[in-house]
């Protein structure tokens, strides 16, 4: 369980996150949604560790995270997964060697183990006979998977995932959500996933957590988020002419 | 101003700081020999032969006086290529070699959010990427100016053979008058202090950027100016030091 308590932060002047507490569960896939530019990738980045909030603090099965030293942040590192936006792929090394690099830095796995490892992560991700294909050799969707991938092979207890259907077609934007929830119930893990898709709200939203100026607006999950009368999560919601229509059907 | 070094020495603090898995850093450090040094020996090579031949014709168009003997020339162009030739020229051209690569790549790295992945991950990325670069270059760039003094010489005796300056016998004479190997030293010591400078540098202004792909190269670009004037301050304050 991930818990973000009293978090703010600014730059310079500008409040980004004011006061945000929230839980995330285990074994279930929390989302955050909110408008571009609402702090939503601010938070996450809080939650990884990548920013440091101003005040508030960030703990993770109640080990404290937040406003820490670097290496006492380590433990708690290696058991994060995170699937970062670009897929943030090591563009010299082909898709093996990137996610064969988790192991080779934090285990002492022979080479077979790793490798029988890596076949397993890359089956898991419906990738097979792709391992000496460089990076960019690979479609958007393609590399969404190795990064999951690679997310996954060191076992993580917590997978943190930036728009991960950014970019997508609706079909592979589909099958990327289903393998998160897939894999966050099959590895019991703590799922963090920041998106602005509706198709994932609605389909993979176990909990939901709306964020807006800043704000922490709404919580709820996705059988309850149609049905909110908050007017602003619902402008967020139906904004597209094609949502507008559905939801006067 | 005064920020920027303080983040420049937070880097390196970084940088130094013990590296993760020592089979890992040794495999990473035979990958920047080659990417790095190994890479450089053809323009290393290329350049001193003509640099060598030119400092030899310089030399001896500038001393043509029946008072001085001719091995005077073979002299000073050896001690020209040691002392200033080889170490300096051949480091600011490897700043612009080695300072663009390693600015561009980290800073491609930097906005694909490459070392945010290492960071999360729980590995410190200035020590998993900028120690490699700079161990590497620390050892074989000094390599690769003893190869520059070598071919340097060998250019300029070249220059003697078929220009006909001076007879090549002078110049080898001249070669091997009033030898000191503290030149050789010398050179080595300027050498390994450029080789820092334009790994470090290059590595910060690189690891530093924000932005996107202009950035990067505005990055490159900025890593070789700096680094180039790195090294020119540095031989003067270097060279006021050792020799004087």
């Known amino acids: 369980m991930i818990k973000v308590e009293h978090i703010s932060k600014s730059f310079g002047d500008h409040l980004v996150l004011d006061d945000i507490t929230a839980t995330f569960e285990r074994g279930k896939t929390n989302l955050i949604i909110g408008q571009s530019g609402s702090g939503k990738t601010v938070l996450t980045k809080i939650c990884i560790g990548l920013f440091e909030p101003d005040s508030g603090v960030v703990t993770f099965d109640d080990r404290p995270f937040s406003n820490i030293k670097e290496k006492h942040k380590i433990d708690i590192r290696k058991d994060m997964g995170v699937l970062f936006q670009g897929g943030a792929l090591f563009d010299s090394m082909n898709v093996e060697e990137n996610v064969m690099f988790p192991l080779n830095m934090f285990t002492d796995m022979s080479y077979e183990e790793k490798l029988e490892r890596v076949n397993f992560c890359l089956n898991r991700v419906n990738l097979k006979g792709v391992n000496h294909l460089m990076t960019s050799e690979l479609s958007g969707g393609m590399m969404k998977r190795v990064a999951i991938a690679r997310a996954i092979s060191n076992s993580p207890k917590y997978l943190f995932c930036d728009e991960p259907n950014s970019g997508l077609d609706p079909v592979t934007s589909e099958l990327i959500d289903d393998l998160i929830s897939e894999i966050t119930e099959e590895y019991n893990m703590t799922t963090i996933i920041n998106t602005h898709d509706m198709n994932s709200v609605l389909k993979i939203g176990q909990t939901i957590n709306f964020i807006y100026k800043g704000k922490l607006w709404w919580q709820g999950d996705s059988k309850s988020v149609l049905h909110s009368d908050n007017k602003e999560l619902d402008e967020f919601l139906f904004s597209t002419e094609l949502t507008k229509r559905l939801k006067t059907i | ?244």
Request: glycine share 8%.
């Open chain 2, 1 to 244: 101003m005064l920020r920027k070094l303080g983040d420049y020495l937070t880097l390196m603090y970084q940088t130094f700081s013990r590296y993760d898995k020592s089979l890992v850093f040794r495999k990473r450090l035979l990958h920047e020999f080659y990417n790095l040094g190994f890479t450089s020996i053809g323009i290393v090579l290329i350049l001193s032969v003509f640099v060598g031949a030119v400092a030899t014709i310089l030399v001896a168009y500038n001393t043509d006086n029946p008072l001085l003997p001719e091995k005077l020339i073979g002299f000073s162009a050896r001690q020209m290529i040691i002392q200033e030739f080889s170490p300096t020229i051949i480091s600011l051209i490897l700043a612009g070699k080695l300072g663009s690569q390693i600015a561009s790549e980290l800073g491609t790295m930097r906005v694909t959010q490459q070392i945010d992945a290492l960071q999360v991950m729980g590995i410190n990325p200035a020590n998993y990427l900028i120690l490699p670069k700079i161990i590497s270059c620390l050892l074989f760039i000094p390599v690769l100016i003893v190869f520059s003094i070598v071919i340097g010489i060998l250019g300029g005796w070249l220059a003697c053979v078929f220009t006909g300056v001076i007879t090549p016998t002078n110049y080898v004479v001249g070669l091997r008058s009033w030898f000191e190997p503290y030149s050789i030293t010398f050179a080595m010591i300027k050498t390994v202090v450029f080789a820092f400078l334009i790994t470090s540098i290059s590595s910060y202004i690189g690891y530093t950027v924000k932005g996107g792909s202009v950035e990067v190269g505005k990055a490159s670009t900025q890593s070789v100016v700096v680094s180039s004037i790195a090294i020119i301050v540095f031989d003067l304050i270097l060279t006021q030091m050792l020799l004087t």
